[in-house]
């Protein structure tokens, strides 16, 4: 079965790059600079960021629905990330070396199955989620911490 991974569309994040450190803070953001790679991976171009890049640590609401599964959690954008990683049937290094969580949810958002898989073998858990003709798009996490990754759908 083809796929295509989505990042996070940068719009959202822009006004956010120039801002005041002060102001981050205010608003519940964290500047941080990327020590090594891998260690913090971008979700808008799901990309690992390099050494001394810029992020910005944001809650992030990634699954907006009006039911039980509605869900935030902290994630890292790279200040200056200019366009969402859209690819059919490639897995960007960042899914590819981590263990991952993986959920498929139905039109009504609602969760209808889920597997932990390494991210080697992230192909045949699309294949298997995505084969269930009522999943609409698959969430991957980073399993570890639980962050967000990047959302999967049919190609």
Same mark, same amino acid.
């Given at each position: 079965m083809h796929f295509r991974i989505l990042g996070l569309e940068? /719009?959202? #994040?822009?006004?956010l790059f120039d801002m005041p450190t002060e102001a981050l803070a205010a608003r519940?953001?964290?500047r941080v600079r990327a020590?090594? /790679?891998?260690g913090y991976p971008d979700r808008? @171009?799901? $990309?690992?960021a390099e050494p001394g890049e810029s992020l910005l640590l944001v809650n992030h609401v990634h699954h907006d629905v009006a039911?039980? %599964? $509605?869900?935030?959690?902290?994630? %890292?954008?790279r200040e200056g990330a200019s366009a969402a %990683?859209?690819? &059919?049937? @490639?897995?960007?290094a960042c *899914? $590819?070396?981590? *263990? *991952?969580? &993986? $959920?498929? #949810?139905?039109a009504a958002g609602m969760m209808i199955d889920a597997e932990v898989v390494e991210g080697t073998a992230l192909e045949s858990a699309i294949d298997r989620l995505l084969g269930n003709p009522a999943a609409q798009a698959l969430h991957a996490h980073y399993a570890k911490r639980g962050c967000y990754a990047g959302r999967i759908v049919r190609a």
């Open positions: 940068p /719009t959202a #994040f822009r006004p519940g953001i964290v020590e090594a /790679t891998p808008i @171009e799901m $990309r690992d039911n039980p %599964y $509605r869900a935030s959690h902290a994630i %890292y954008v %990683y859209d690819a &059919v049937d @490639e897995v960007p *899914l $590819r070396s981590r *263990l *991952l969580s &993986v $959920r498929a #949810f139905d």
